[in-house]
T-cell receptor
């Protein structure tokens, strides 16, 4: 149990375009979802926390207008990178927390490359 | 400030040898502690967790960890390493769900396994 699916696993886009990443909890209701960014050989940096039906809470230094997060249902959260630029290229990982509320279950990540 | 320190960036052990990965934390209250493993290009898999109770916790894949409050440590151990254990290991400290449930990750320890 506690499977989190993240899609797409890899995306390449042109500078200036927007990219949407989906995070789904497949077998549990995710009341809270988290979005992380990971640079090569580095740890995970929390970008934002989203609760179903509420606005996301962004960490300091994360541009909320660039990284749009929607958590419209108990099984789906999306991260949209708007007007992507090469510096947004990174590995983005989502996690979800549900019934066992103090445990986060992670998706497989999305490798974003902006040309 | 809350933080997690993994002093070893990279460790190499021989297959069949024992393993200990170090983790020290700084947290104002009783911490929720986690060890996650990440294979290249993948998300994170939960190995084990400590919330309360017995300070020696067992996890998946033969791993265990011991919470030592006096040393602010939560070291991960395995008696006999397998080649498939080669991966990146992250220690994390988490806030309770009713306090946001955020995780703070250490920098990670990359484990290499020699044949």
């Amino acid at each position: 149990g506690a499977v989190v699916s993240q899609h797409p696993s890899r995306v390449i886009c042109k500078s200036g375009t927007s990219v949407k990443i989906e995070c789904r909890s497949l077998d549990f209701q995710a009341t809270t979802m988290f979005w992380y960014r990971q640079f090569p050989k580095q740890s995970l940096m929390l970008m934002a926390t989203s609760n179903e039906g509420s606005k996301a809470t962004y960490e300091q230094g994360v541009e909320k207008d660039k990284f749009l997060i929607n958590h419209a249902s108990l099984t789906l959260s999306t991260l949209t990178v708007t007007s992507a630029h090469p510096e947004d290229s990174s590995f983005y990982i989502c996690s979800a927390s549900g019934q066992t509320k103090n445990i986060q279950y992670f998706g497989a990540g999305t490798r974003l490359s902006v040309l | 400030a809350q933080s997690v320190t993994q002093p070893d960036i990279h460790i190499t052990v021989s297959e069949g040898a024992s393993l200990e990965l170090r983790c020290n934390y700084s947290y104002g209250a009783t911490p929720y502690l986690f060890w996650y493993v990440q294979s290249p290009g993948q998300g994170l898999q939960l190995l084990l967790k400590y919330f309360s109770g017995d300070t020696l916790v067992q996890g998946i894949k033969g791993f265990e960890a011991e919470f030592k409050r006096s040393q602010s440590s939560f070291n991960l151990r395995k008696p006999s390493v397998h080649w498939s254990d080669a991966a990146e290991y992250f220690c994390a400290v988490g806030a309770p769900y009713n306090q946001g449930g955020k995780l703070i990750f250490g920098q990670g320890t990359e484990l290499s396994v020699k044949p």
